[in-house]
């Protein structure tokens, strides 16, 4: 059976040449496994839970970058906001605000993906084109001083129709195109599309993937 290390470098290989990024999903596995994959030269954790990533952060190398990749609730913030490098699920304008206050707090900048709405499954969140265009539009967004957005996120549909998921990835490298032309033309900083995972990453890297999050195919089932 293949190590964790041997998973990672496997996707290493994968994503070379690529410009994609591996998130290494480490939600609900154990500290010791963390650490293997760091071993291994893993950089970027993502975690679903706020308070599990706040648990684990003390017990790994402070070169780790975190990525909040759940649904965040707001009052959950505070538990990540000394450290959380980028919260990839951005839904709301109440959470940027709340993760504006918090970072402040800390005298630091979080960066955050808004996430989008793409798959053909009510049960997944995310916002709408129209809904994200409303937020950076506002006056609240325009005050914020300690949230940099730096790119979208979305999760396709859970399906073995490959078409139907490569249109959902076009889909949202169709909203990250609309948003840089009309919102940060001239931010280089917003720059990434987090999307494909263990099952479906290879369409995701065709349809322009940055970051790729995956967890099963690099720890085994959850547990």
């Known amino acids: 059976m293949p190590s964790i290390a041997d998973n990672i ?3 290493e290989k994968k994503l070379a040449g690529t410009g994609a990024r591996l998130v290494a999903v480490t939600k609900t596995h154990p500290v010791p496994l963390l650490q293997e994959a760091y071993a291994a030269g893993s950089r970027i954790f993502g975690e679903n839970r706020a308070q599990e990533m706040a648990e684990k952060a003390p017990q790994l ?4 970058e975190w990525h909040l990749i759940g649904h965040l609730q707001t009052n959950k913030v505070k538990y990540i906001a000394p450290f959380v490098h980028t919260v990839q699920s951005v839904d709301s304008l109440r959470l940027l605000q709340e993760l504006d206050r918090q970072a402040a707090r800390h005298g630091r900048v979080v960066r955050g993906l808004l996430q989008f709405h793409i798959a053909r499954e009510e049960a997944k969140t995310g916002l709408s084109l129209a809904e994200a265009e409303a937020l950076l539009a506002s006056d609240a967004f325009g005050a914020m001083q300690n949230v940099r957005l730096t790119g979208v996120m979305g999760i396709a549909t859970n399906t073995a129709d490959a078409a139907q998921v490569r249109q959902e990835f076009g889909q949202l490298r169709g909203y990250f195109d609309a948003l840089k032309a009309a919102h940060f033309a001239t931010d280089e900083g917003f720059c990434e599309i987090s999307m494909g995972m263990s099952s479906d990453y290879a369409l ?16 085994g089932n959850r547990g």
Do not use: K, N
């Open 9 to 11: 470098h496997f996707f």
């Open 61 to 64: 190398p402070p070169d780790v």
């Open 204 to 219: 995701a890297l065709a349809e322009g993937s940055t970051l790729v999050r995956v967890g099963s195919a690099i720890f």
